[in-house]
């Protein structure tokens, strides 16, 4: 089946401290790759994704590269703001489905201070 | 600007009581979701529907039911056999053109349902 495993959160970080927030999937076939980010109250944006293997996607300084190897897609940023505080969701949806159903992980919760 | 509209942004109901979450879109997208989010739970799939006249059950949609007479238009109804129905609900929607499945979902800003 189709699944995505997220790392435990809350993450609290530092102004300008490095960002890696852990996913790994499990999917038949070869799935696309999404980072969603959810502000407080609101809805999730899309941040970045990747279709294929190798793919890098990036955004708002944000990037994650698509690993068939290992089955990740690991989102890094250099350098946090504390603008970045959110929510963040990985996500696949599996590309021979007509369905379009994304599987979400549970979502990390990212503090960043001053 | 083309969108997702999502109303009300808080709703309260009472005991045996009903009631249906607006969700508009103007993307022209023709598949669209409905999502319950739980604290620590990400989100779960109620209901999805590929095109007008038809939607699919998702993983959780006791309680709840849908309607899709309009492309536009995706309401949620909250039954009154949906016992925990308190949490955010998000809207989001897609398009199903050939080599969609790279594409995106498009989420609506939610409506917080809670129990008066």
């Known amino acids: 089946g189709n699944s995505v495993t997220q790392m435990e959160g809350p993450v609290t970080l530092s102004e300008e401290a490095f960002l890696t927030i852990n996913c790994t999937y499990t999917?038949?076939?070869?799935?696309?790759l999404f980072w969603y980010v959810q502000y407080p109250g609101e809805g999730l944006q899309l941040l970045l994704k990747?279709?294929?293997?190798?793919d890098k996607g990036s955004n708002k300084g944000f990037e994650a590269t698509y690993r068939k190897e290992t089955t990740s897609f690991h989102l890094e940023k250099g350098s946090v703001q504390v603008s970045d505080s959110a929510v963040y969701f990985c996500?696949?949806?599996?590309?021979?489905?007509?369905?379009?159903?994304?599987?979400f992980g549970r979502g990390t919760q990212l503090t960043v201070w001053p | 600007d083309g969108g997702i509209t999502q109303s009300p942004k808080y709703l309260f109901r009472k005991e045996g009581q009903n009631v249906t979450l607006s969700c508009e879109q103007n993307?022209?997208?023709?598949?669209m979701y409905w999502y319950r989010q739980d604290p620590g739970q990400g989100l779960r799939l109620i209901y999805y529907?590929?095109?007008?006249?038809?939607?699919q059950k998702g993983d959780i949609a006791e309680g709840y039911s849908v309607s899709r007479e309009k492309k536009e238009s995706f309401p949620l109804t909250v039954t009154s056999a949906q016992k925990n129905p308190t949490a955010f609900y998000l809207c989001?929607?897609?398009?199903?053109?050939?080599?969609?499945?790279?594409?995106?979902?498009?989420f609506g800003d939610g409506t917080r349902l809670s129990i008066l």
């Open positions: 996500a696949l949806v599996h590309r021979g489905s007509t369905l379009g159903r994304l599987y």
């Open positions: 993307l022209n997208h023709d598949a």
């Open positions: 529907s590929q095109i007008v006249n038809d939607f």
């Open positions: 989001a929607s897609r398009s199903n053109t050939q080599g969609s499945n790279n594409q995106p979902q498009h």
């Open positions: 990747a279709t294929k293997a190798d």
């Open positions: 999917a038949t076939g070869y799935p696309s």
